[in-house]
């Protein structure tokens, strides 16, 4: 364990398995405070967290997040939310010109208001010997969390963080090295081959076998969104190597549009329901 803020970040790696083991409250306590000292826009600090530690909630969060167990299993989950409610309700006593929630900028400012604080809670964590992990899947279900955690008008889940103490300390997985992200002056691309061999180096040793029913899920994905074409073209680069990649089993077979998730239907339908009008 170190207070290096170098070493935290150098050393962070999503943990999903957690010790069925409280979090002192006066170390939550720092780790809130110090989610609530991120920067936002214009300082309006336009998020709110949601601390979720009951065992029932919990069990209903799993349902709600694609079944991911560990959510359980750790003492905590953080829901982090878009909140243009306070806003609001200062406003209905002291006028301002613009209605914040119509305008897609806000909707913007609060989305990167509440990442940030979420990214100051998990950096802090490391700091107490906790892990974290981000759930974007807390989305997925937007009406039935929404419920679940008595989310109002003009507040809107973002992401959720769950934070424990690991059974095992997680190994960083590779990531792109800097000279792939990083533009120097102004954005270039890399070249195609270079892209390639880093891309192959992150992600390629993960090979996943390509069986007829993935075959099939992932050509009927690439039917709905971009015609037979490219459809057929899909599975035929599929079949020539006899294996799925990351990306085509991320893009063709976990995420699928018959659940919504692609054309985030639902989400823009919830939004709008929770008075986020720049989506009309
Ligand atoms: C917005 C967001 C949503 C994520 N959602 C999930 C999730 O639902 N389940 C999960 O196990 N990991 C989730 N992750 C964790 C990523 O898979 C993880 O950050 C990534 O694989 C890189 O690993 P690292 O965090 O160890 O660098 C999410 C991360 C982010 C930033």
Not at 1 to 11: A, E, H, L, T, V
Not at 60 to 66: G, H, S
Not at 150 to 179: F, H, Q, W
């Amino acid at each position: 364990m170190s207070n290096d803020i170098i070493d935290i970040i150098n050393n962070r790696a999503t943990c999903r398995s957690y010790m069925e083991k409280e979090i002192p409250e006066e170390i939550m306590n720092q780790l809130l405070d110090a989610a609530c000292k991120s920067p936002s826009s214009g300082g309006f600090q336009t998020y709110s967290i949601i601390k979720v530690t009951k065992k029932e909630k919990k069990e209903q969060l799993v349902k709600l997040c694609r079944n991911q167990k560990f959510i359980e299993k750790a003492p905590v989950s953080l829901i982090f939310c878009i909140d243009f409610r306070r806003v609001k309700r200062i406003n209905e006593i002291e006028p301002a010109p613009c209605i914040e929630t119509d305008t897609f900028m806000n909707f913007w400012m609060g989305l990167i208001d509440a990442a940030i604080s979420a990214q100051t809670l998990c950096l802090a964590a490391e700091a107490f010997g906790l892990k974290t992990v981000y759930i974007g899947n807390i989305i997925n279900m937007i009406d039935e969390a929404a419920k679940l955690l008595n989310i109002p008008e003009y507040v809107c889940p973002a992401v959720m963080v769950t934070i424990g103490y690991p059974t095992k300390t997680p190994t960083p997985p590779l990531r792109y090295d800097k000279s792939v992200l990083i533009h120097e002056e102004e954005y270039r691309d890399i070249d195609i081959d270079m892209l390639m061999k880093a891309y192959k180096e992150k992600d390629g040793k993960q090979k996943i076998k390509a069986t007829d029913k993935l075959v099939e899920r992932i050509y009927n994905t690439a039917k709905a969104y971009h015609g037979v074409e490219h459809a057929e073209k899909c599975k035929q680069y599929i079949l020539d190597k006899g294996i799925i990649s990351t990306y085509q089993y991320w893009f063709g077979c976990y995420y699928l549009e018959e659940e919504g998730f692609l054309s985030m239907q639902g989400y823009k339908e919830f939004m709008k329901r929770q008075g986020f009008k720049w989506l009309e």
